[in-house]
């Protein structure tokens, strides 16, 4: 089946360390996106990318990086200069360009910083 | 910042129809108007989508305005499963990706 697939589902770090989160999708979609999001809060925008090998900050990246080497992934790395890493992280991918088609969501990975 | 406004929590009783409000009032004209919905603990799923006309699906209604500036999220008759977090947003034609999401309304069905 299509879809969206983050890794892991839970992850334990502890403070210092970086962290990699996967994003896989195999809906053939240009466009790739991260959110973070805190207890009881909306959904803030770190990342996206609108094609390989290009990609544009969100609202909320400093202490982040990320790669677009391959259409179907898009790899999330949360550093040691993120002050307070400790979110649900969502991945999202769409077709992108000027279709404004649905936005299609991982189930997310949560991330404890220890 | 987010470009569209939401009352913070709505309530209502099971099997009643529902009316989720969002304003928008800075919308250009090339802005469709996205509603997705989030479950505790899962991520957010597509519900419908408009531009300026009215749109009906297995899922829900979407009501927009005629001068676009707000729109309402219909869903005929509320289960408990409709227990969500409902999020309205903009997303423009010109592939302009950076896509913002607000806090949303937070729906609670009364059983």
């Known amino acids: 089946d299509g879809g969206i697939t983050q890794s892991p589902k839970y992850l334990f770090r502890k403070e210092g360390q970086n962290v990699t989160l996967s994003c896989e999708q195999n809906?053939?979609?240009?466009?790739m996106y991260w959110y973070r999001q805190d207890p009881g809060q909306g959904l803030r925008l770190i990342y996206y990318s609108q094609i390989v090998n290009d990609f544009q900050k969100g609202d909320i990246a400093e202490g982040y990086s990320v790669s677009r080497e391959k259409k179907e992934s898009f790899p999330l790395t949360v550093t040691s200069a993120q002050k307070n890493p400790t979110a649900f992280y969502l991945c999202?991918?769409?077709?992108?360009?000027?279709?404004?088609?649905?936005?299609?969501f991982g189930e997310g990975s949560r991330l404890t910083v220890l | 910042d987010a470009k569209t406004t939401q009352p913070n929590s709505m309530e209502s009783n099971e099997e009643e129809p529902v009316h989720l409000p969002c304003n928008h009032s800075t919308i250009s004209g090339t802005d469709y108007i996205h509603w997705y919905r989030q479950l505790p603990s899962q991520g957010p799923e597509y519900v419908i989508h408009g531009l300026t006309s009215n749109v009906n699906n297995r899922m829900a209604s979407l009501a927009i305005a005629e001068d676009r500036k707000s729109s309402t999220l219909i869903l005929h008759r509320a289960t408990l499963r409709d227990a969500a977090v409902y999020y309205c947003?903009?997303?423009?034609?010109?592939?302009?990706?950076?896509?913002?999401f607000g806090t949303g309304t937070r729906l609670t069905i009364i059983p």
């Open positions: 999202a991918s769409s077709i992108g360009g000027t279709n404004t088609g649905e936005l299609f």
């Open positions: 809906l053939n979609h240009d466009a």
């Open positions: 947003i903009l997303r423009d034609n010109f592939g302009n990706e950076k896509l913002t």
